[in-house]
């Protein structure tokens, strides 16, 4: 296809706003017509579209850990189906070995045709983390997971609509037999809230579909593909002029960086620039093997960490699309944490492990101290197999919560924020306690968590829930052995800690009779990962952590001096209802 050798600046803005904006139609649809807390409230869902050949043209600032692997799925599907498919089509996969993350996450991508010659012109798609898809726990995130098909239903390919008609009893043999065939799992707990959801993503899709065709038609297919290879070029431009600028800013065109999980094992890069070409090598020789648990990270991830960082370290305004990806070779040694096997557990890879690729990326560039470095994730809920091997209904409850970012040079970190490539909202607690069997205790900053420096890291969170009904409650976290650090001298942050406040109960037999202490409650550390039956009364309290310092803390300018001063902005569900109009 011939294209213009210089774009007309004017239009290259405006495109990059229009396919912006078409995303964000398609995100205030889907959570406009699901269900779920999770993708309803807690906006943990991305949408994004994607060029013939698959790669991400554009999103709106979704979920950045699914925006950058998406493009993974849609190439795998594409090379599946090759000519299979047609008008009507809606393909489903969450399998990390199809371009997945981890196998909460369902993606559903709609081919657009051309309105005239009936070719494949875009894909859209929709990501959303289900709150329950099956497995050994409520809520699908096992601490305790060892293999993927405890984690789930795995999808690699399935037509959930198949030119038009939408096969509810597929679904079914996805979503419920298939998982409840390994031992000890089951299969999704609450199928009605996963479907909905699931054709709320079929409907974004659809609105996606419908402004494309309608853009095409306003300027012409060929003026469309143009600019959407120009706002490629774009990005891929100002990722080499970044490459160079951080070559001639450190004096060298070698990099470095390694961090290390909670368990030892390392996370290692080395960066090797071209600054005649603008271009890298990030070679992640050097990182542990596959471990046993579930940190594992699909390449897919991988890939969304890099070009996170590449798009967070640019000083313009541009589109987060694969043009960030073409300067940069990524090297991924085999049979490695970032490479696991085809069988890996891996839904701590995506939340956790991303998390600790983000920071040593930034730790290599020299752009930030570390941030929290986790995302929290807390699970609970009912049903799946009883002790006979029966299936109970039940459902299942999924968030993941805030806690520091790192300083830099000129900047505090922030409190309180989800950090880097997650970007979802916290439960609301008047959501929570009406629709489960919790009460929120505390809900507020860690004081002091951050790392103190010239500019201090962020502070983490304290967050204590009380369970008025015996629940199996997991969680899954990081840096609750390994402090977030800092740099140029910053002091790292505070460590996280989980704690179950346990009531004794006769049948624990942790409550004696005439024991001096046998009034009291137990203070338990439960560590970083663990999935816990609590009894009635029974609480957990979850306190992040914080970010890291920059700068050494003699220097500090401290944040009483110079207050952030936030500008109002409109909040609330009058907000988001003109935000909603203003999509459509």
């Given at each position: 296809?011939?294209?213009?050798?210089?774009p007309?600046p004017i239009l290259?803005?405006?495109?990059?706003?229009?396919?912006?904006?078409?995303a964000?139609a398609m995100g205030?649809?889907?959570?406009q017509t699901s269900i779920s807390t999770?993708?309803?409230?807690?906006?943990?869902?991305?949408c994004?579209?994607?060029?013939?050949d698959?790669?991400?043209?554009?999103n709106a600032?979704f979920?950045p850990?699914h925006?950058?692997?998406?493009?993974?799925?849609?190439?795998?599907?594409?090379?599946l189906?090759?000519n299979?498919?047609?008008?009507?089509d809606?393909?489903?996969?969450?399998?990390?070995?199809?371009?997945?993350?981890?196998l909460?996450d369902?993606t559903l991508i709609?081919?657009?045709?051309?309105?005239?010659?009936?070719?494949i012109?875009?894909f859209?798609?929709?990501r959303?983390?289900?709150a329950d898809i099956g497995g050994?726990l409520p809520?699908?995130?096992?601490?305790?997971s060892?293999?993927?098909?405890e984690?789930g239903?795995?999808i690699?390919?399935f037509?959930i609509?198949?030119a038009?008609?939408?096969?509810?009893?597929?679904?079914h043999?996805?979503?419920i037999?298939?998982?409840?065939?390994y031992?000890?799992s089951s299969?999704?707990?609450?199928?009605?809230e996963?479907?909905?959801?699931?054709?709320?993503?079929?409907a974004?899709n659809?609105?996606g579909?419908?402004?494309?065709?309608a853009?095409?038609?306003e300027y012409?297919?060929?003026?469309?593909?143009?600019?959407?290879y120009?706002i490629r070029?774009?990005a891929?431009?100002?990722?080499r002029?970044?490459?160079?600028?951080?070559?001639?800013?450190?004096?060298?065109?070698v990099?470095?960086a390694?961090d290390?999980?909670?368990?030892g094992t390392p996370?290692?890069?080395?960066?090797e620039i071209?600054e005649?070409?603008?271009?890298?090598?990030?070679?992640?020789e050097?990182?542990?093997?596959e471990?046993?648990?579930n940190?594992?990270?699909?390449?897919?991830?991988?890939?969304s960490a890099v070009?996170y960082c590449?798009?967070?370290?640019?000083?313009?305004?541009?589109?987060?699309n694969a043009g960030c990806?073409?300067?940069?070779?990524v090297?991924i040694?085999?049979?490695s944490?970032?490479?696991?096997?085809?069988?890996?557990?891996v839904?701590?890879?995506?939340?956790?492990?991303s998390?600790r690729?983000v920071?040593?990326v930034?730790?290599?560039?020299?752009?930030?101290?570390?941030s929290?470095?986790?995302t929290?994730?807390?699970?609970f809920?009912?049903?799946?197999?009883?002790?006979?091997?029966?299936a109970?209904?039940?459902?299942g409850?999924y968030e993941?919560?805030a806690?520091?970012?790192?300083?830099?040079?000129?900047w505090h970190?922030t409190?309180?924020?989800?950090?880097?490539?997650?970007?979802?909202?916290i439960?609301?607690?008047?959501i929570?306690?009406?629709?489960y069997p919790v009460?929120?205790?505390?809900?507020?900053?860690?004081?002091d968590?951050g790392g103190?420096?010239?500019?201090?890291?962020?502070?983490?969170?304290?967050?204590?829930?009380?369970?008025?009904?015996?629940l199996?409650?997991?969680i899954?976290?990081?840096r609750?052995?390994r402090a977030?650090?800092g740099?140029?001298?910053?002091?790292p942050?505070?460590?996280?800690r989980?704690?179950?406040?346990k009531?004794?109960r006769r049948e624990d037999g942790?409550l004696?009779?005439?024991c001096p202490e046998?009034?009291?409650?137990r203070?338990i550390?439960?560590?970083?990962k663990?999935t816990?039956?609590?009894g009635?009364?029974d609480r957990?309290?979850i306190?992040t952590?914080g970010?890291g310092?920059?700068g050494?803390?003699?220097?500090?300018?401290?944040r009483?001096?110079?207050p952030?001063k936030?500008?109002w902005e409109?909040?609330?569900?009058?907000a988001?209802?003109?935000g909603?109009q203003?999509?459509?």
């Amino acid at each position: 296809m011939a294209r213009k050798s210089a774009p007309d600046p004017i239009l290259l803005t405006l495109f990059a706003n229009r396919f912006m904006s078409v995303a964000e139609a398609m995100g205030r649809s889907l959570q406009q017509t699901s269900i779920s807390t999770n993708i309803k409230e807690r906006l943990d869902f991305s949408c994004a579209l994607f060029a013939p050949d698959g790669d991400l043209v554009a999103n709106a600032p979704f979920i950045p850990i699914h925006l950058g692997s998406m493009s993974f799925a849609v190439k795998y599907q594409m090379r599946l189906h090759k000519n299979d498919l047609k008008e009507g089509d809606v393909l489903m996969t969450n399998s990390p070995h199809a371009g997945g993350s981890h196998l909460p996450d369902i993606t559903l991508i709609t081919p657009v045709f051309d309105t005239e010659t009936r070719e494949i012109i875009f894909f859209t798609a929709s990501r959303g983390h289900h709150a329950d898809i099956g497995g050994i726990l409520p809520g699908s995130m096992p601490p305790t997971s060892v293999n993927i098909f405890e984690e789930g239903a795995e999808i690699i390919s399935f037509k959930i609509v198949n030119a038009g008609m939408f096969d509810q009893e597929g679904l079914h043999e996805y979503m419920i037999e298939r998982p409840a065939r390994y031992p000890g799992s089951s299969g999704c707990r609450n199928i009605k809230e996963v479907e909905s959801d699931l054709k709320a993503q079929i409907a974004a899709n659809h609105k996606g579909v419908q402004l494309l065709q309608a853009m095409v038609k306003e300027y012409g297919l060929q003026t469309v593909q143009d600019y959407m290879y120009h706002i490629r070029m774009n990005a891929e431009s100002s990722v080499r002029n970044l490459l160079r600028e951080v070559a001639k800013r450190a004096g060298s065109n070698v990099l470095g960086a390694v961090d290390y999980l909670d368990d030892g094992t390392p996370i290692q890069l080395k960066v090797e620039i071209d600054e005649k070409e603008g271009a890298a090598v990030l070679d992640f020789e050097g990182t542990g093997y596959e471990v046993r648990g579930n940190l594992n990270s699909p390449i897919s991830v991988v890939h969304s960490a890099v070009i996170y960082c590449m798009r967070a370290m640019l000083d313009v305004d541009i589109p987060l699309n694969a043009g960030c990806l073409v300067p940069l070779t990524v090297r991924i040694p085999e049979r490695s944490l970032l490479s696991p096997s085809r069988t890996a557990a891996v839904c701590g890879g995506n939340v956790l492990t991303s998390q600790r690729i983000v920071d040593v990326v930034l730790k290599a560039f020299h752009a930030c101290a570390a941030s929290q470095g986790c995302t929290n994730n807390l699970t609970f809920g009912t049903g799946g197999k009883d002790k006979d091997g029966v299936a109970v209904a039940g459902w299942g409850y999924y968030e993941t919560i805030a806690g520091g970012s790192g300083a830099g040079p000129g900047w505090h970190g922030t409190s309180g924020v989800h950090t880097h490539i997650t970007n979802t909202r916290i439960g609301d607690v008047e959501i929570l306690e009406r629709r489960y069997p919790v009460l929120l205790h505390r809900f507020g900053l860690r004081p002091d968590s951050g790392g103190k420096g010239k500019w201090h890291g962020g502070d983490g969170v304290i967050r204590e829930f009380e369970f008025t009904h015996g629940l199996q409650v997991s969680i899954l976290s990081e840096r609750r052995t390994r402090a977030p650090y800092g740099m140029e001298g910053g002091e790292p942050a505070m460590m996280g800690r989980n704690t179950w406040i346990k009531g004794r109960r006769r049948e624990d037999g942790d409550l004696i009779e005439d024991c001096p202490e046998s009034g009291e409650q137990r203070f338990i550390n439960i560590g970083g990962k663990a999935t816990v039956f609590m009894g009635k009364g029974d609480r957990l309290l979850i306190e992040t952590p914080g970010g890291g310092g920059w700068g050494l803390p003699a220097d500090s300018t401290a944040r009483e001096t110079q207050p952030h001063k936030p500008t109002w902005e409109a909040r609330g569900s009058i907000a988001e209802r003109a935000g909603a109009q203003a999509s459509f």
